[in-house]
């Protein structure tokens, strides 16, 4: 396994449960961290694992992607059949699918994504040149 992967890997083990905290946090400023606030390590998840599946991927590409397929998700809320209502009343549904759209969310998605793309860019490997 590469240093990447391993510094991927390290970096999933502390936004998990940061995230965690994030959604389940009972005290003052509780609806804006569970609800607004976490689509940041939420955003950063993701764009850590799709790292550690396609460690090749650049981060901006990785970035973009993620906000894309998260925004989609958003709007997913809006659509609410019987099939998709059960599986959003699971946690893993809700942490994933979430259940409400909000239009607040998307500023935090961006946020998350460069974030994210700032972790992936510190935790890369540096570049070859050709000087090298």
């Known amino acids: 396994m590469s240093k990447y992967r391993r510094r991927l890997l390290l970096s999933i ?16 400023g509780q609806a ?3 609800d607004a606030f976490g689509g940041i390590p939420y955003e950063i998840f993701w764009m850590l694992l799709v790292a550690v ?7 901006g590409a990785i970035a973009l992607m993620v906000l894309l397929t998260t925004c989609v998700l958003e709007f997913l809320q809006l659509w609410q059949p019987d ?32 974030l994210g793309w700032l972790w992936l860019r510190w935790l890369a490997p540096p570049l070859k040149t050709a000087a090298s």
């Open 83 to 114: 099939w998709l209502q059960a599986i959003r009343a699971t946690l893993p549904g809700r942490l994933v699918l979430g259940n409400t759209f909000t239009w607040g969310d998307f500023p935090y998605y961006a946020i998350g994504c460069c």
């Open 53 to 59: 599946m396609w460690p090749r991927l650049r981060p």
């Open 32 to 34: 804006w961290l569970n």
């Open 13 to 28: 083990a502390f936004i998990v449960p940061f995230g965690l905290v994030t959604k389940f946090y009972p005290g003052p």
